[in-house]
């Protein structure tokens, strides 16, 4: 019978992860007898074990204070983690999964000045479809996926972008008028979705939310886009917008978002 991975566990190294993973937000610090009483270890134990992670650079020593931190190698290798953690990689199987529970084609897209780019989609089954393909530029303005990272932009940042981008109409329902357009992303921006009615392509209707990192940067948005004849009014702004926003979520959970402390 083959042994569970517990049963493998080499205790002096679990016993070093716990130490690092009691320093939280609020206790960057911590001495030795609050580590030792924390974790239920031997002050001996917990010197040692101290001592191997701060000669690796996982942990430092105040002189003064003679308490612990995090040190700089712990941040070397969240940053190692970090670079490894993309947001298409990230987003692969939501999107997927958000396409076969819609029937919809599915995107991942990203600002780009005023255009909003594909990078990434899982295209629907269904025979009558949205034809487009990654690396795709769209007004952003005129696009579901444009607003939904529009929206959380500052002001003064979206007024010289219009300065220098005019507000063109894709289709006779684009909004191109920079206040209207303002008033849409405010509402955009409180309900954290946003909806494409016809404004991109005529009888295209699309949903998408924002996806934020683990900095709670918006770093591109995701979303789905269909025919007039499947996103009907209810369907649109109802189910779609919950599978949508919940898409995001998964997404930005994954990128760090949801565990970062309020």
Not at 79 to 85: A, G, P, R, T, W
Request: aromatic residues 6%; charged residues 25%; hydrophobic residues 45%.
């Amino acid at each position: 019978m083959k042994k569970a991975k517990s049963d493998y566990l080499i205790q002096s190294v679990s016993r070093a992860l716990d130490i690092l993973e009691a320093f939280a937000v609020g206790q960057e610090e911590l001495g030795v007898t609050e580590l030792s009483r924390k974790l239920k270890l031997h002050k001996n134990n917990v010197f040692r074990l101290l001592a191997t992670l701060e000669t690796r650079g996982y942990v430092e020593q105040d002189k003064e204070t003679g308490n612990y931190r995090l040190g700089m190698k712990t941040f070397e290798v969240a940053s190692v983690f970090l670079h490894h953690l993309g947001l298409v990689k990230q987003a692969r199987t939501t999107l997927e999964q958000l396409a076969a529970e819609t029937g919809e084609t599915a995107y991942l897209a990203v600002l780009d000045g005023p255009w909003v780019v594909c990078v990434d989609m899982v295209e629907t089954a269904q025979a009558v479809r949205v034809v487009s393909w990654r690396g795709q530029r769209l007004p952003a303005h005129a696009t579901a996926l444009g607003k939904a990272q529009l929206a959380f932009r500052p002001q003064d940042e979206l007024e010289q972008l219009w300065k220098q981008h005019e507000l063109a109409a894709a289709t006779p329902r684009t909004v191109t008028d920079a206040g209207r357009l303002g008033e849409e992303l405010a509402r955009v921006a409180a309900q954290d979705v946003a909806l494409d009615d016809e404004e991109a392509a005529s009888g295209v209707r699309g949903v998408a939310a924002p996806v934020r990192d683990y900095q709670k940067r918006i770093v591109g948005a995701v979303g789905v886009v269909g025919p007039l004849s499947r996103l009907g009014i209810e369907r649109w702004q109802g189910e779609l917008v919950s599978r949508v926003k919940a898409a995001a979520h998964g997404i930005s959970k994954r990128l760090g978002y949801a565990v970062i402390p309020a």
